[in-house]
Structures are given as C-alpha cells and as structure tokens.
T-cell receptor, first 113, second 114 residues
Framework: EAQVTQNPRYLITVTGKKLTVTCSQN?????MSWYRQDPGLGLRQIYY???????DKGDVPEGYKVSRKEKRNFPLILESPSPNQTSLYFC????????????FGPGTRLTVT | AQKVTQAQTEISVVEKEDVTLDCVYE???????LFWYKQPPSGELVFLIR??????QNEISGRYSWNFQKSTSSFNFTITASQVVDSAVYFC???????????FGAGTTVTVRA
C-alpha cells in the first residue's frame, strides 16, 4: 500500500531534549516536505526536499533541522525543543513538482513542556 | 511573498444546503498552482483538487465544484447538497513553481448538521 508513515504519532517531551520525528514513504517520490499545523494558522511549511541531499527552507524553519540521505526518508530534527514547537506535524511526499498529488502522513502530535 | 486568505473561519449549515468556501490568494508569480485539501475529524489530509494558473476552467466532481477566477485571484469551493460527512476543515493552498514552497490558508471549518 502506498503510504507516508511518521513516527512517533504522539510525543510528550521536555524543553531542550533533542528529538527526531521520522518520515518514510514507499512511493519512490522525489519531493518531501514537513509542515506544522497550529490553530488559526493552517499549515506552515518547515522544510522541503526536492531530492536526496537537496533541502531548502520553508516559511518557518527556525529551530528545526532536516536531512535527506535516502530518497525514502526525511527525518525532522528538533535539537533543542521549546514549548512554542508544540504542534501537530505532517510529513508529505509527491512524485515531483506540483503537477503531482501530495500525499500526507498521519501526523505527529508533539507537546514540549 | 505569497499569501492565501480564507476569510471564513467557521461555517455551519443544515444538511442539503449548499456551502461555498472562499479562497483569495496573492502572488507575483505568473505560474503557480492552487489546491484544496480536506481534513476530516480523524485528522488526515485529503487532496481534493489541483489547478495551475493557466487553466481557468471550472471543475465539478460529484457534489464538489471549484471556481477559479484569475481576475479576482480567487479559487472558491462549493459543496452542493451538503452531507454530514462533509464536516471537516478545508484548506486552500498556493504552490510556487520556482522553489516548490507551498502556502496554506488558515482553513475553514465546515459543520453540517443533520
């Protein structure tokens, strides 16, 4: 089954404790992206990647890192999480540019205390 | 900078009523893409439609229809004869063709009452 998976689905952590949210797709997609969803703000793009070793900032990259060492994986790293990073995070992938549908993962709800 | 505005925060209708969701966008690009996504209460994001800036044809898919008007920078979405299963948050989004950034509106929550 074609899908985008994220782990963990729920995470409660404390300020400053490094964490990684994994994202994996099994569709051989070139494009992958991370978004955060906050009430009243919709989804905001954090980082995106057009291919292996190619990443670029979205609208809200501060406090986040990403890497794309393999085509299928695009982990989101929070080196020193803060309470303002409490949010619902979505990973997405698509075959290429906007002519292709973007598939979203199920979301990861992160709480930083 | 590009921006998407969904001025309606919440809409509540009774089943079988029609509902129109407004989406207004701002961009300086001549080539861009517009999208609608649905987020039901279960939380996943479901792709509904994509339009590129050169295709102003309106589209109908079952009870869903979309009206793209470049002159007013709008890409509105209408649900005809709404059903309870249409209750969801709907997002409009704008994609740039030169850097693959995607900007979402704040979303409109639609509640359809039986």
């Amino acid at each position: 089954e074609a899908q985008v998976t994220q782990n963990p689905r729920y995470l409660i952590t404390v300020t400053g404790k490094k964490l990684t949210v994994t994202c994996s797709q099994n569709m051989n997609h070139e494009y992958m992206s991370w978004y955060r969803q906050d009430p009243g703000l919709g989804l905001r793009q954090i980082y995106y990647s057009m291919n292996v070793e190619v990443t670029d900032k979205g609208d809200v990259p501060e406090g986040y890192k990403v890497s794309r060492k393999e085509k299928r994986n695009f982990p989101l790293i929070l080196e020193s999480p803060s309470p303002n990073q409490t949010s619902l995070y979505f990973c997405a992938s698509s075959a290429g540019a906007w002519n292709y549908e973007q598939y979203f993962g199920p979301g990861t709800r992160l709480t930083v205390t | 900078a590009q921006k998407v505005t969904q001025a309606q925060t919440e809409i509540s209708v009774v089943e079988k009523e029609d509902v129109t969701l407004d989406c207004v966008y701002e961009t300086r690009d001549t080539t861009y893409y517009l999208f609608w996504y649905k987020q039901p209460p279960s939380g996943e994001l479901v792709f509904l439609i994509r339009r590129n800036s050169f295709d102003e044809q309106n589209e109908i898919s079952g009870r869903y229809s979309w009206n793209f008007q470049k002159s007013t920078s709008s890409f509105n979405f209408t649900i005809t004869a709404s059903q309870v299963v249409d209750s969801a948050v709907y997002f409009c989004a704008l994609g740039r063709s030169n850097d693959y950034k995607l900007s979402f509106g704040a979303g409109t929550t639609v509640t359809v009452r039986a």
